[in-house]
């Protein structure tokens, strides 16, 4: 598949125009086993340059610039934005409960590749290397962390073959990307969150990553039906991961059941964020880049 | 006001309305089987309860339901009409020669100035005066003054066309809006000068409603009997003795006389139109001069042929090789056995000729009448047998212009009568014409009916998951 093809199929050009201006400030300070940019002699002068300074004793004179002082007959020496890379895992939950779609709005799986893609090039473009899992009938590590400039696409083509099926847990797939993720990495799950066990092993496993010191963020996607804002009709209804167990309802005339699914996710935001983990909630009628925007302001915030 | 032709159709429509809107409560489309990943948060209801209703099930029961009542209003029949403001009259008065009999003129225009106009002295509707033409005088140009014109310019000399009446209905009638129904009514001495060949078929077109015909002519063989004990058929007489006349009286009959034989002079009726001699009956010119037609042949004539006939030559001359007479191109009578050699006398009209061009029968007036001379016998050989010979026996009685004349002013006859009355309602509603300001609008609630059941029909075959 073409690249321009991929990339326009999962970023489209009001995604990135939004996103464009948008970095990603991580919180957590890791060291990546590439150094820093401005420390690194590869890395030339002029793409990470920040600012002169007048020249001081016991500055390096390697720094200073010499046509500026040819100019001005002053010394000055120029500084570097100090950068470190980090490595982080998209995680995407590829079960059948994603395939679920409201109306015109996009499935939740492809909701969440949309996210997904997006997170990838904002990563990317910060020079952190980032991979791909997923999690339906199986766990998958289908990319490891790369920093290379053919990543994105790559990753948007595993994106595009994300097919949903089965119905795993993410608590299995969160534990074998802690095992290939070095130590402080970043891992972002995106998934409905719909455990069997009501998210314990989900928990668990992302307070695990947690306390090694990666970055553990949790993005919900869920469609305004499920979230009971959005009232269906009479019916016969079936979990898509359970199909045999039919229920005769009306959710337009379910009272209880907004307020169950919003104490379900309640439950588990608290449990993760007691373990340090960031937990955003998003429903398929956001605008992706607004989603994700908010996401970024808060993080500076 | 809102009029209803056949309101029945409204309440069979409203009652079929019933009929989608029981079956949609009734019915219980089984619920449908959809995927919801949170279903486990749902609160299970009884199945039975479950009553599933799409949208669009909604849309079709109130399709299906404006559809029946948009026909039952519509084959009802309904019409907007202002209110009621009573029956506006058009009155056709006939000012044709034939109203100069006797007193029927004045007659006419009195019953024509009391129908048209109210105590108050306002008209209440519109004037057609025709002869061999009609003139409109609308409802806002009559007055009593007007009544009192007609009543002494009299009559003309023309004779009245009932087709020119006719025609000027419906202009009449369409006249200025104010009535919401309408009545016609002619005033005439009804003669049959002014009556046509396919006159039934304007009538009809003309007005859909009755005609009344007050009788107005009061010389008429008319007065007061009804039309359908009208004298209509002119009385004719065949002299004959001995078994003669069986075969002229019923062609007579057949061509619309009341024809009966007669063996004398004296037994034939004062009221015959029509003597026809086919034995010597004496002198038969004091009846022609007196406005009958005398037809004779040459046994009428008999051995010496009166000097009153109109013909020369003798009745004792005959050829038994007769031929066939010729009344025209159109009309040929065979099978004559005798012919007598005559000459027309001058004034007179050969009415039909022999194979060789010779004078066969002849033709002349003779004071208000008519006579006609036949040289050959009329009920010999198979001459009677000819199916032309009614035809031929009509044409011979209508010999003479003056006897046309004279039919011309004879009574309507019933048929006729019957068709200028028309079988309709004596009034009208203005809706049923169109007119007087009334809108019939049942064909557009058909045609919305129309529009609805293509709406209902597009909706309940749409291509499925289209909703």
């Known amino acids: ?301 | 006001m809102l009029t209803l032709g056949a309101p029945l159709f409204l309440l069979a429509g409203a009652l079929a309305a019933l009929i989608p809107l029981a079956l949609h409560l009734i019915r219980r489309r089984p619920p449908t089987r959809s995927p919801l990943p949170t279903a486990r948060f749902l609160s299970e209801d009884a199945r039975s309860s479950i009553r599933v209703s799409r949208p669009t099930d909604r849309l079709l029961m109130a399709l299906r339901i404006l559809l029946l009542l948009l026909a039952g209003a519509a084959l009802a029949r309904p019409s907007w009409a202002p209110a009621p403001r009573g029956t506006r009259e058009v009155v056709l008065l006939d000012r044709g020669a034939a109203m100069r009999d006797s007193d029927a003129w004045r007659r006419g225009v009195e019953e024509a100035r009391r129908t048209l106009i109210a105590r108050d002295g306002s008209a209440r509707g519109d004037l057609v005066v025709f002869d061999t033409s009609a003139v409109h005088l609308p409802q806002r140009r009559l007055t009593g003054a007007t009544f009192d014109s007609l009543a002494a310019a009299g009559p003309t000399a023309n004779p009245a066309s009932y087709a020119a009446a006719l025609r000027a209905i419906d202009p009449a009638v369409r006249g200025p809006r104010g009535a919401d129904s309408v009545r016609v009514t002619m005033l005439s001495a009804l003669r049959r000068g002014g009556w046509r060949p396919g006159m039934a078929a304007l009538r009809q077109a003309a007005w859909p409603g009755a005609i009344r015909l007050p009788n107005v002519a009061s010389s008429s063989p008319l007065d007061g009997a009804p039309i359908s004990q009208a004298e209509t058929r002119q009385s004719a007489a065949v002299i004959a003795s001995g078994g003669a006349g069986r075969f002229v009286v019923p062609a007579l009959e057949a061509t619309g006389w009341t024809a009966r034989a007669v063996d004398r002079l004296p037994a034939v009726p004062s009221d015959a139109r029509l003597i026809v001699a086919i034995r010597p009956a004496g002198d038969l010119r004091a009846l022609a001069q007196a406005g009958a037609t005398v037809v004779l042949d040459l046994g009428g004539a008999g051995s010496s042929m009166p000097r009153w006939l109109p013909v020369q030559g003798s009745a004792t001359r005959q050829r038994s090789d007769a031929g066939d007479l010729w009344f025209g191109p159109d009309l040929q009578l065979p099978g004559a056995t005798v012919r007598a050699d005559i000459r027309p006398k001058r004034g007179a009209t050969v009415l039909a000729a022999w194979d060789d061009g010779r004078p066969a029968v002849v033709a002349a007036r003779l004071g208000k009448g008519c006579v006609v001379f036949a040289g050959t016998r009329l009920e010999d050989g198979a001459l009677p047998l000819s199916p032309s010979f009614p035809r031929a026996l009509e044409r011979m009685a209508r010999a003479c212009d003056g006897a046309r004349t004279a039919d011309a002013m004879m009574p309507l006859d019933a048929g006729a009568r019957a068709i200028l009355a028309g079988r309709g309602a004596a009034v009208v509603n203005a809706a049923a014409d169109g007119g007087a300001g009334a809108v019939a609008f049942g064909r557009w609630l058909m045609a919305g009916a129309l529009l609805v059941a293509i709406a209902e029909t597009i909706l309940a075959y749409r291509p499925r998951g289209a909703a």
């Not at chain 1, 500055?59 to 000055?76: E, N, P, Q, V």
């Not at chain 1, 696409?153 to 993410?170: I, M």
């Not at chain 1, 992302?206 to 009479?234: K, N, Q, S, Y």
Request: aromatic share 6%; proline share 5%; with cysteine.
């Open chain 1, 1 to 301: 598949m073409p690249a321009s093809a991929t990339t326009g199929s999962f970023l489209p050009p009001r995604l990135l125009e939004r996103l464009g201006g948008l970095e990603v400030v991580a919180k957590t300070v890791v060291r990546g086993f590439l150094a820093g940019s401005h420390r690194s002699p590869r890395h030339g002068a002029g793409e990470d340059f920040a600012k002169h300074r007048d020249y001081q004793q016991g500055d390096d004179i390697r720094y200073l610039d010499w046509k500026l002082f040819a100019r001005t007959d002053r010394l000055h020496v120029r500084e570097f934005e100090e950068r470190s890379n980090l490595s982080a895992y998209l995680v995407l939950d590829a079960s059948l409960s994603m395939e679920f779609a409201d109306g015109d709005d996009p499935s939740k799986l492809r909701y969440a590749c949309y996210v997904a893609a997006a997170l990838a090039h904002l990563m990317l473009g910060s020079g952190d290397a980032v991979g791909l899992a997923a999690f339906g009938a199986q766990p998958q590590l289908l990319s490891p962390p790369r920093a290379r400039r053919g990543q994105l696409h790559d990753l948007l083509l595993q994106l595009e073959r994300l097919r949903p099926a089965g119905s795993g847990s993410a608590a299995d797939v969160l534990d074998r990307v802690g095992g290939a993720l070095p130590r402080g990495g970043r891992v972002v799950l995106v998934s409905d969150l719909l455990e069997d066990d009501d998210g314990d092993a989900l928990v668990a496993s992302a307070g695990r990553l947690r306390a090694r010191g990666d970055e553990v963020i949790v993005m919900r996607v869920l469609t305004p039906v499920e979230a009971g804002e959005r009232g269906g009709g009479p019916g016969l209804f079936f979990d898509p991961e359970r199909p045999a167990r039919e229920i005769a309802a009306v959710p337009e005339a379910d009272a209880g059941y907004a307020r169950r699914v919003a104490e379900y996710y309640a439950r588990i935001a608290d449990r993760l964020r007691e373990r340090g983990v960031e937990y955003v909630a998003l429903t398929t009628e956001q605008p992706v880049e607004s989603a994700l925007a908010a996401w970024v302001a808060a993080r500076r915030g």
